[in-house]
């Protein structure tokens, strides 16, 4: 799997996780969608690495 994969699927990731967050919430306030957003990021991040940490260090059958 390709560096670009990985970013894509992190990113679509952190977006539905901010998506969620602030529908789970239901507080729509600029403070909210910010905060969730930078929610959102850390878990892209995160997600980004632990998908390329399984990737890598994954048994090769």
Do not use: H, P
Request: net charge positive; charged share 20%; hydrophobic share 50%.
């Amino acid at each position: 799997m390709n560096i670009k994969k990985i970013i894509i699927q992190a990113m679509v990731g952190a977006i539905l996780f901010t998506i969620i967050s602030v529908i789970l919430e239901k507080e729509y306030t600029q403070d909210v969608i910010l905060s969730k957003a930078g929610n959102g990021l850390m878990f892209g991040v995160l997600y980004g690495i632990f998908i390329w940490a399984r990737q890598k260090f994954s048994s090769k059958e």
